[in-house]
């Protein structure tokens, strides 16, 4: 079994804004959410990000902006431990109706394709939103909902309608019980 973890970014591994997260002054990562990507990593998972930021789109920042942030969070990873093998984005607004946006599943191929993947089974869709495990169900990816960003808004529909769907406090829970299972 292949051993990746697809995170969405905002509300899962940084603080969420509903006014976008426009500048590395605004990007604000969960206090352990570095540390369980390290986690994951030395315990021989690869970690992906997969995430929607229409605020390209919008004219809210910019690719470079993006990249600036990426970059961040890429060495902070480095410094704990960890590694991110890949981060795939969708820059455009909802109605442009692309294949890449969440709930559809474009960028989660993205990441399978980038990392020369056979398959996504065996593989875990982590994050805050609906549309997160919506894509990762359509991809064929186990999931799981954190509390953290919007994700506790979500839980009740979650535990009703996609009980297969793990619900965990933040991305260090998910870790911890993923890292026991396996």
Known sequence: M???VILDRDGVINEDSDAYIKSLD????????IEAIATLTRAGWQVA???NQSGIGRGYYSRDTL??????LHTMVRQAGGE???IAYCPHLPQEACDCRKPKPGLLFQIQQALALPTLAGSWMVGDSLRD????IAAGTQTALVNTGKGEGYASDVARDLPN??????LADFVRHLLKAA
Do not use: F, M, V
């Not at 495990?133 to 990762?136: K, L, M, P, R």
């Not at 769907?165 to 933040?170: E, F, M, N, V």
């Open 2 to 4: 292949q051993k990746l």
């Open 26 to 33: 605004e990007w604000h990562p969960y206090p352990t959410a």
């Open 49 to 51: 990000i997969a995430t």
């Open 67 to 72: 990249e600036a942030i990426h970059a961040r």
């Open 84 to 86: 991110i093998a890949h």
């Open 133 to 136: 495990i919506e894509a990762g």
């Open 165 to 170: 769907t793990w619900r965990c406090d933040d």
